[in-house]
């Protein structure tokens, strides 16, 4: 299917009889059920969750009773990608459904152009009113980018600080090291991350209540709630710790050495000062029991936020979606934090439930991306696309009208740690990773889920591997895009320069708490400021 015919299914499945909007279902006489309106949309997001920590993707240690009750009442993707294993490039090419290459979407000082269409776009022009809480993590002016409220500041500046630097090579990031990462194991009776993501949860329930009492309620609305934690540094109180006391957790399986599978690994290897440090087991161990307290803490607030649903009888009108931004290595390949192409990594949990919309209990074996979560989104919505997508919509899946055969999955990585632009293709069971003249990586995880043996260049994969270079390579000029990249740094690193000279602007986004007293209004409002 080309482009074109993609973008016509994709804008015929909007418009299916059962999602029709409001204003063209409705009248007087047939008032239509609660399934047939565009639902409401909880979009929630945690930062940092590898789904093989947690329990509906089989990870008997972990305790995510909230999150295994949402997978048995919708749909689990069991082979989701990130569009790049990053904070800003992969929710950059969440909202926009693009690659990342094509938006720049490069590093976590990528500034995100406000002339680019997102999923809050589209949703409001089928009439949702879309309200953010938690991380955004959107760099450059504009800190809206088609939410009409936020709720809350961020918890990461937006500015062009953590710029990378090609020109140097590979260089060990103190910040985004292996010991800063496990440097303050707990217990601790509270952190900065747990202060961010209890009032991104508080916000989140009081918006939500505003709904049910009547604030726009004439529109859908979709609310996305974004919390920081697992992210590291890895810590969490007691309480999470002792729901691990006597759990198994399991330690990373055996791996070969990770500069066997691809020399580029070095790169990543300086980065994180993987090198600089010989963990022991206790230690590996103990970080991923903080780890998993924190994935518990979200799972706790999840927990209340569905409950909360419950309680406020809007259950039945809303979808919910569950994923993350990328994954976390926590050891395995001797690895730590993201940016690598392997699964622990760039595989993300995602979980959609619709009880009464969707089918329930259901697994999806088929790759796909969080690029395609913005046609899946539309689609819901009733939305019409009219710009250009590298994703495709989910919803033919989730209705079980498509299979799944054919789909191809494409992830980017262009940010620091790396000195070359990283492609890869997931495509059947086959994983495929190119950086320009180096070797390539074939994984077939199939027979080897746990990638430890590069089988490129085997002549029993000869077929498959030029397939999947043909899908690599579409569309993708490596040596192009390093000069694209390095030119793009370098611009950044002059604006960034300002810090020296009178000071860098100010595009923190700034909530305003709550407005004067109004004794006409049933709200008080977290924010005056709307776009
Ligand atoms: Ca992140």
Known sequence: ?????????????????????????????????????????????????TPFMIGPYGQKAAHTPHLDLLARSGTVFDAAYCGSPLCVPSRMSLWTGRLPHKIQAYDNASEFAAHIPTTLHYLRRANYRTVASGKCHFIGPDQAHGFNERLTPDIFHSDFGPLPDWTLG????????????????????????????????????????????????????????S???PHDPYTTTKHYLDLYKDAEIPLPKAHGNILELSPTYKWLVTQHGINLVNLSPGKIREARRNYLGMVSWVDD?????????????????????????????????????????????????LIVSAPGRLPAGRRIAAPVSLIDVLPTLADLAGAKIETELDGRSLLPLLKETETGDGRVVIAEYLGEGVIEPVRMVRWEQYKYIIVNDYPPQLYDLQADPNENANVAGQAKYSQVESRLRGFALRGWDGPAL??????????????????????????????????????????????????
């Open 227 to 229: 919390f920081t934690q």
């Open 301 to 349: 607030r999840i927990g209340k936020l569905l409950a909360e649903l419950r309680r406020l009888d809007l259950d039945k009108s809303f979808a919910v979606f569950f994923t993350s931004d990328h994954g976390a290595m926590l050891g395995e390949h001797g690895q730590w934090s993201k940016r690598y192409m392997l699964e622990w990594s760039s595989r993300v949990p």
């Open 482 to 531: 390093q000069r694209a990249v390095l030119q793009n740094q370098q611009s950044r690193r002059v604006v960034r320069s300002m810090k020296d000279y009178g000071g860098i602007p100010q595009w923190e986004y700034e909530p305003i708490e709550t407005g004067t007293y109004d004794p006409d209004s049933d709200f008080i409002p977290f924010t005056r400021r709307e776009y």
């Open 170 to 225: 590979p260089v060990l990031n103190k910040g985004t090291d292996v010991q800063t990462m496990l440097r303050m194991l707990g217990p601790h009776k509270w952190t900065k991350q747990m202060g961010f993501d209890q009032m991104t949860f508080d916000r989140t329930l009081a918006r939500l209540r505003e709904y049910a009492m009547g604030k726009h309620r004439d529109q859908p609305l979709f609310l996305y709630v």
């Open 1 to 49: 299917m080309n482009r074109r015919e993609f973008m016509q299914t994709s804008v015929k499945g909007g418009v299916t009889a059962s999602l029709l909007p409001p204003q063209t279902a409705t009248t007087a006489r047939s008032r239509p059920k609660t399934s047939d309106l565009p639902p409401n949309i909880l979009f929630i997001m945690a930062d940092q969750v």
